[in-house]
């Protein structure tokens, strides 16, 4: 299918945002708990920039985008993802060519940000395929530069799917739905 | 003799002061200072054309995005004959925004306030209950429509300006226009844009890339250092200031500030293969190397287009990398992907100032109409992974541009100069084609104290 690059006219895959699967994981659960884990485990090795340790919790079929949004009115309102363009449009060699740069002369993030990822509203779905698992999560994160006194902040809507493989979990797809139409933050040198 | 600027602050200090033109210098406190910042907002850019877009973005009648002109928000609307329309998203009425979407279709735009409302073509309609005549008493309607800007469309970029009567859009562009035709006129199609535009704010002062965007090719070796230490650029982390890949070609530029990198294909092909062009014709090098953004299969399109000077120039010393006085930055790169997929980035940035100490950057991301979907996906990724938000290329850049304007506030630091005198001069290599000031061999200073020039032209005139 080919979505039409139209900024105007939005079509239909502009809206699918949330938690698409009816098999919820109930909070709670063995399944829930271990995801929920999971989910702080890769904020821990991000905020401790563990790049390896991170990597090592992705899939090699990742799929990682950031599409941008834009404020729309009328009956269009909530047609406001837009899929043809992103902050992010990475695969696990991209995400492996990123974390590579980091040991070398990434100036954006040497000297390091300092970060911390809140992982909150953390709702799961069974998908189709077995031991997979859909994870929606809020994203608040906080990013001190240098001696700057004021940190950049960015909240955001995560969808991941996870897999579990040989004992754990690891991340297929992830989409991250900022929230500003227009980024506060002044690049995306970090992971979301 | 240079002629004296006329433009003085209220402290007395002179542009002249500032911008010194006899060592080739400018002060950083043009970085911070407020009362230039409005005079700039009334010099340049409510005179100069500014880049607001591509026309493939509102294909249909009653399309529409809001774009900004610095700190002017305007709706750039499709009108039924087709034309591309440009006006002020002021209400006349009460100083409301009549559009509050970023983008969407109307054929009447009515302002949520008191309802007055508006054609795609900044026509005032009316206002409601029209019995009651709630535009005014004896107003003719036709004074009240939404203040239009001059429009220019250029290989499908849209251009405005407020200067209704001020020069053309090709006297803008002057000598550099044969360059740009090289990148925005050489298919059939034209360029497409891929979505639209990622947008973010940096704390900084617009000239800040500004100033970079004239062509400097120089901070490549060191601030995007991880270029040749992931091997994109060729070379390796240890030779990079030994081989200085990317830095030897042809500098050009023009007195309205505009300039264009054009890097020698050969030197850029043996980053990658060593297949020499020596005694192959024009069409042998466009097929061994096809520039940024184009497929072999368009070849052809090129020579249909283009005069054969022009494409000749494409397959020897494309342009890649520069700006469009004041705010608009182009890379047209190749961009090598490890999976055998198309290697080009085609991206625009414009620059908008958002207060003497803010700047949005938005970056537009092209792909040739006629490409193939692919062709497409693997240069929207290109694009992406290198520049604008998360791009590893300019995420270095957004980085340092904040730090210089913190400086720049500083009252011993204010007035430490910026250093514009690692000069070429202007030659003409031999056989060149092409017009405007021309600096062959390693990237110089010469384009960027140009653009600096261009902008103490402007700011001169009140």
Same mark, same amino acid.
Not at chain 1, 88 to 96: K, N, P, T, V, W
Not at chain 1, 130 to 135: C, T
Not at chain 2, 217 to 221: D, K, S
Not at chain 2, 243 to 254: E, H, L, R
């Given at each position: 299918m080919t979505t039409t690059k139209s900024t105007a006219a939005p079509d239909s895959t502009t809206i699918l945002r949330g938690l698409s699967s009816n098999r919820r994981v109930p909070l709670g659960s063995a399944v829930y708990n271990a995801l929920l884990e999971t989910l702080y485990d890769e904020a821990a090795a991000l905020d401790e920039r563990r790049f390896d340790d991170w990597v090592a919790m992705l899939e090699e079929d990742l799929v990682y985008t950031a599409p941008i949004r834009l404020t729309r009115t009328g009956p269009n309102r909530d047609r406001d993802v837009m899929r043809t363009m992103f902050h +992010? #449009?990475?695969? &696990? %060699?991209?995400?492996?060519m990123r974390t590579g740069r980091m040991q070398k002369s990434?100036? @954006?993030? #040497?000297?390091?940000? /300092?970060? /911390? /990822? +809140?992982?909150t509203n953390v709702r799961i779905g069974e998908c189709d395929a @077995? %031991?997979? &698992?859909?994870?929606v999560s809020y994203l608040f994160l906080e990013r001190s530069r240098g001696d700057n006194p004021e940190n950049e902040h960015m909240t955001a809507e995560r969808r991941d799917i996870w897999r579990y493989v040989n004992g754990c979990y690891k991340l297929t797809k992830r989409e991250i739905i900022v929230d500003q139409s227009v980024l506060g933050m002044s690049n995306f040198a970090v992971f979301l | 003799m240079l002629q004296k600027s006329s433009l003085t602050l209220r402290d007395g200090t002179k542009l002249d002061d500032l911008i010194m033109r006899d060592t080739n210098e400018v002060s950083l406190r043009v970085m911070t200072d407020e009362e230039l910042y409005h005079h700039e907002m009334e010099r340049i850019f409510a005179k100069t054309w500014l880049l607001l877009g591509h026309e493939s973005e509102i294909p249909k009648a009653g399309d529409f995005i809001i774009r900004d002109m610095a700190e002017d928000n305007v709706i750039v609307a499709r009108d039924a004959d087709g034309s591309v329309n440009v006006s002020l998203n002021v209400c006349p009425h009460r100083g409301m925004r009549v559009c509050l979407g970023e983008a969407g279709n109307k054929r009447v735009h009515q302002c949520i306030y008191h309802g007055w409302a508006f054609k795609p073509n900044g026509d005032f309609i009316g206002a409601p209950i029209e019995k009651e005549k709630m535009h005014g008493n004896n107003v003719e309607k036709a004074t009240l429509n939404l203040k239009k800007a001059r429009v220019h469309l250029y290989g499908g970029l849209i251009f405005a300006t407020w200067n209704v009567d001020g020069p053309s859009f090709d006297e803008y562009l002057g000598d550099i226009k044969y360059y740009m035709d090289q990148l925005f006129c050489r298919t059939d199609s034209g360029l497409e844009l891929l979505g639209p535009p990622q947008r973010f704010v940096l704390p900084c002062n617009w000239k800040v890339p500004g100033e970079q965007s004239g062509s400097d !090719?120089?901070?490549?070796?060191t601030l995007h250092r991880s270029l040749m230490e992931g091997g994109v650029m060729g070379g390796t982390a240890e030779t990079i200031y030994d081989?200085?890949? !990317?830095?030897? !070609?042809?500098?050009?530029?023009?007195e309205q500030g505009h300039s264009l990198r054009c890097l020698e294909a050969?030197?850029?092909f043996k980053m990658f293969a060593d297949i020499p062009f020596e005694g192959k014709s024009t069409e042998e090098r466009l097929n061994l190397l096809t520039p940024p953004g184009i497929t072999k299969e368009m070849i052809p399109e090129l020579f249909k287009n283009l005069s054969e000077d022009q494409v000749e120039q494409l397959a020897t010393f494309p342009p890649q990398v520069g700006g469009m006085f004041p705010n608009v930055l182009l890379a047209f790169i190749f961009a090598p992907r490890t999976d055998g997929g198309a290697s080009g980035a085609l991206t625009l940035h414009t620059y908008m100032p958002k207060g003497p100490d803010r700047v949005e950057f938005v970056n537009y991301i092209f792909a040739e109409k006629d490409a193939p979907e692919q062709v497409k996906r693997d240069m929207l990724q290109n694009a992406i992974q290198a520049t604008g938000t998360s791009g590893t290329i300019e995420q270095d850049d957004a980085d340092v541009w904040p730090v210089i304007m913190r400086n720049a506030r500083g009252g011993v630091s204010k007035h430490i100069t910026l250093k514009y005198q690692a000069l070429h001069g202007e030659e003409r290599p031999e056989g060149w084609k092409g017009g405007g000031m021309l600096y062959p061999g390693f990237t110089k200073d010469d384009t960027q104290w140009n653009w600096w020039l261009a902008y103490h032209k402007l700011m001169s005139e009140a």
């Open positions: +992010f #449009d990475e695969s &696990y %060699g991209s995400i492996l990434a100036w @954006a993030e #040497d000297p390091p940000s /300092r970060c /911390r /990822r +809140f992982v @077995a %031991g997979e &698992y859909e994870v | !090719g120089f901070h490549t070796l081989q200085a890949p !990317g830095m030897y !070609g042809v500098d050009v530029s023009c050969e030197k850029t």
